[in-house]
């Protein structure tokens, strides 16, 4: 409300009420008067001054600018720190990378022996054969033990299996059961005995039907005593009856009467209390017959043919005597193979066993 300056009336208007006077500008009471608020006596920034309100705002503006630096500078030190710890987990993994092919190319000259000058596998052939060798060790590892046993059990009974084989053939061909038990009783007609022949010079023989129960024949080449071996069939008896027929091809460059010399020194040395029956040469071979024992008590009947190319050998091997009726069947069992001997050169042919006995009373 404003005071007239000419009568003193109120006017709440610009006309004064009672005479009219028209106010040129508002004047407010001196009483109710609101002085502006001032920060400061030089200062034109109160909320009330125009270029106050510009400066705040323009401290505003400065605010938020050195705010807006602040923060570009703190994420670009964020990203700095991001791109350098990248940079470092790569170069981390480049290292690791570079172990890791290294250790790869030693391990392809260690395992890949197959390559002679030991090429390494390089890029994704490397890379894929391995990742198959580890599938495929990865897979094995588990049964490989198991697999291994399993091949190598299918492997022997693979082996058992042929040499049964093998062994049966063998029985069949001389004729031979396992069953049967040695009895020299039952071998004393000369006609039953049985026929081998080798085809090779007089590598022959026959030998009792009913005396064994086991049968070996060794065909491969192999050095023995005497040269390479061309056969040894091994006989043998469930009470301790033994008979090899051995066939040898000579290299020792020796002559006829050198190499009968030596196979009697060979001979005799084998056995205890040896016995020459016949030690004797001609032009084109030489023969040695001798007796002696083993050394578990066993008697031997033991024949040598020396040739020219080959050494042919007949050595049996009796069970101990147990009567001299068994001594008597005993000796004409190998009276028997001594004659039917291809290589014994014998001019006899098999008597009967009562002849036999009737020569030796």
């Not at 492997?155 to 061909?173: A, P």
């Not at 040269?227 to 091994?234: F, H, S």
């Not at 020219?308 to 000796?331: F, H, Q, R």
């Amino acid at each position: 409300m404003n005071i007239c300056p000419k009568c003193g009336a109120k006017i709440e208007g610009i006309f004064c009420p009672e005479c009219g006077y028209r106010l040129e500008k508002t004047i407010e009471p001196q009483n109710n008067a609101v002085p502006p608020k001032m920060e400061s006596s030089g200062s034109q920034t109160g909320p009330y001054h125009k270029s106050g309100r510009n400066s705040a705002k323009a401290n505003k503006n400065k605010k938020m600018a050195i705010l807006a630096v602040v923060a570009g500078v703190l994420l670009l030190g964020i990203g700095a720190v991001l791109i350098w710890g990248n940079m470092s987990n790569r170069h981390s993994d480049e290292i690791a990378m570079r172990v890791d092919d290294h250790e790869l190319e030693n391990n392809v000259y260690q395992t890949k022996n197959d390559y002679s000058e030991h090429t390494p596998i390089k890029g994704d052939e490397q890379e894929a054969t391995y990742s198959d060798e580890a599938t495929t060790n990865t897979i094995l590892g588990e049964n490989s033990n198991d697999l291994d046993v399993e091949n190598r059990a299918e492997s022997i009974e693979n082996e058992v299996s042929q040499e049964d084989d093998i062994q049966r053939d063998l029985f069949n061909e001389f004729n031979i059961n396992t069953d049967t038990p040695e009895n020299y009783s039952n071998n004393l007609d000369p006609n039953r005995y049985r026929f081998y022949d080798s085809g090779i010079s007089d590598f022959s023989f026959r030998f009792p039907p009913e005396l064994f129960n086991y049968v070996n024949k060794e065909t491969d080449a192999f050095e023995d005593k005497y040269g390479t071996n061309i056969e040894m069939i091994q006989f043998s008896g469930t009470e301790g009856t033994e008979v090899v027929f051995s066939l040898s091809r000579r290299h020792d460059g020796m002559n006829i009467e050198q190499a009968t010399g030596n196979v009697h020194t060979h001979e005799t040395n084998s056995l205890i209390d040896p016995s020459d029956i016949l030690v004797s040469t001609k032009e084109d071979y030489g023969k040695v017959i001798i007796t002696g024992w083993t050394s578990d008590g066993r008697s031997v009947y033991d024949l040598t043919k020396i040739e020219n190319d080959y050494v042919l050998n007949m050595s049996i091997i009796l069970a101990e005597y147990t009567s001299d009726d068994d001594k008597n069947i005993k000796g004409y069992i190998v009276e028997n193979m001594y004659r039917f001997c291809g290589f014994s050169d014998s001019k006899y042919s098999p008597r009967s066993y009562s002849e036999y006995l009737e020569a030796n009373k």
